[in-house]
């Protein structure tokens, strides 16, 4: 198979079985690119991890982007991202159809029941693997712990990173870094995209688009943040939806597979139609692949330099030490009783004991989770 054909398969599976939010994506990544096809090292992963948690955008994505340039050239950096959104973006179109048809969404409750605790025990595999790599010293062990802690208190996220980094290059011998030139890319924004957007009026496919196009281009953070940033668009500034049909778009990014971001598909069917989900998922995401683009050529600068190598590799704990708070988070709402703890249990060591690849056990845990509430109708 060659390498381009082998993007498209990998990441259009990805795309339909990728439940979880970006933890869960990024942890099945690991888990099928690292770790079963080698098509990158731990450390590679682990480089590419913390450079995508420095620029805007879904974090999952532009690892679908990074790791498709390096299997296929620039032809599997866009395939790699494009065929991980398309099975969501289908998925949300379909559900938001039947949602435009019959003012309701499709139940997902049981299969999720069975599919989260899996999802918990795949993160938890992962980064005990990229924690071997990335933890290397009492220094790094401390910025883990301290980042955790951090994100779970509610510090942002960026200042969380950045923080780690700047230590870690601190304490580290001066010579020549270029880690501002990360930190200049990640607060870069396209002004004149978000003017355009600010002052746009009417109920039109252009505005819709640059209000999506703005939104990806300078969007950081959890789903929760995306609320935030399409009620200030589409409810309060623009008056297009009410807060009830906006909940009901986050929900349905939510429960479907793949990037949270095709929240875009949904809100851009209800107001426009298929025309107008296809514009919305094409604009929220267009801005990730121009970053992922911008910012690759760094990393080879970064791993040159003494100083902005320890930059990146605070940012690197940091970036693991969000995975765990975000994993605990989960993992609250996951396992919620005896059986969905048993089933994070089991998977955890089937993961860790064998080379079962996860999309068995996510189908494993849907079928439980849809047999459970079957048995309880």
């Not at 595999?125 to 883990?144: D, I, K």
């Not at 300078?218 to 008056?239: N, T």
């Not at 988070?329 to 064998?354: E, K, N, S």
Request: proline share 5%.
């Amino acid at each position: 198979m060659s390498p381009l054909r082998e993007v498209v398969v990998v990441f259009l599976r990805l795309g339909v079985v990728a439940f979880g939010g970006p933890a869960a994506h990024i942890a099945m990544m690991r888990e099928e690119l690292v770790r079963r096809r080698r098509w990158v090292s731990d450390a590679q992963f682990i480089d590419l991890l913390g450079i995508t948690n420095l620029i805007p955008g879904p974090n999952s994505t532009e690892m679908a982007i990074h790791l498709g340039y390096l299997r296929a050239g620039p032809w599997g950096l866009v395939l790699g991202g494009v065929c991980f959104i398309v099975p969501a973006m289908l998925s949300v179109m379909a559900l938001a159809w039947a949602y435009v048809r019959w003012g309701a969404l499709p139940v997902a409750s049981a299969l999720l029941y069975g599919v989260k605790p899996v999802i918990i025990a795949i993160v938890l595999q992962a980064m005990w693997g990229l924690a071997r790599t990335a933890v290397r010293g009492p220094l790094l062990a401390g910025a883990f712990v301290v980042a955790a802690a951090l994100a779970l208190a509610g510090v942002h996220e960026l200042l969380v990173l950045f923080g780690a980094g700047g230590v870690a290059a601190l304490v580290t011998p001066r010579r020549p870094a270029v880690a501002g030139a990360v930190a200049a890319l990640a607060w870069a924004t396209p002004a004149r995209v978000m003017a355009a957007a600010a002052v746009a009026g009417g109920v039109t496919l252009g505005t819709m688009t640059l209000v999506f196009l703005k939104i990806g281009a300078v969007l950081y953070g959890s789903g929760y943040v995306l609320l935030a940033f399409l009620r200030a668009d589409f409810v309060e500034r623009l008056g297009w939806l009410t807060d009830r049909q906006l909940l009901d778009a986050v929900a349905v990014g939510q429960v479907t597979p793949g990037p949270v971001f095709t929240t875009a598909t949904f809100i851009g069917f209800l107001l426009a139609g298929w025309t107008g989900a296809v514009l919305a998922t094409a604009a929220i995401f267009l801005p990730s692949f121009v970053f992922v683009a911008a910012s690759r050529p760094l990393l080879p600068r970064l791993r040159g330099s003494r100083r902005a190598a320890a930059f990146l590799d605070g940012v690197n704990v940091a970036a693991l030490g969000l995975m765990a708070a975000v994993t605990w988070q989960l993992g609250r709402a996951a396992v919620v009783d005896p059986l969905t703890a048993a089933l994070a249990l089991a998977a955890a060591v089937l993961l860790m004991r064998t080379r079962v690849n996860s999309v068995w056990l996510l189908a494993a845990g849907g079928a439980l989770g849809l047999a459970w509430q079957a048995l309880h109708a």
